[in-house]
């Protein structure tokens, strides 16, 4: 199953969709968002706080990211479509910038999927102090020109991957997938085969 977004209005609970089997398990993406060829294979994983797919993905996804070979470079992309996407989105990318532990990320996807409003700096910032986080630090950070600049990059790689559901692997920029290459454990094996390809092509 893969979480879709239609517009920025459409709210995380109103879509889980099935998705018909492509001839072929990835989509090869225009050249325009390949990304040159560098001295690490690049991985990055269009996620949102407020799909439930993606939350069940995240301990498997964990377990494999730890196993990842030191010329693999791992990225999570909160998807952005606007309005409560591009805000769980903004959300995200405050708390890596705060470089919180990984159970306050957990803590976010729990409270999400169990309905509690996030939807204001305000309300995320009274969550979030329960969980170690300073008020007065992440409202600024969120605020910040720092996160501001990663929520442009988001949109663009948003845009770029031609990302419409998630969860979603896309390896080098070139090869863009989901849950129909075989569920969890088909993406993530699908993944290390195009992380191979990729190697080979430096060789």
Known sequence: MRHYFLSAALLFSSLSLPVAQAAEPYVELPRSAWLAPGEKVEVAALFSYGCRYCRELEPLLNSWVAQLPSDVNFTRVPAMAG???NI?????????TLRVEPAVHAAVFEAIGSRQSLATPHEMALFLAGHGVDKAVFLDTYQSFAVQAKVKEAIRKTSAFEVSGVPALVVNGKYRFDQ??????GMLALAQELIDRERALRK
């Open 83 to 85: 309005g409560i996407w």
């Open 180 to 185: 129909s290459a075989g569920g969890a454990q």
């Open 88 to 96: 769980y989105g903004q959300l995200f990318l405050t708390l890596e």
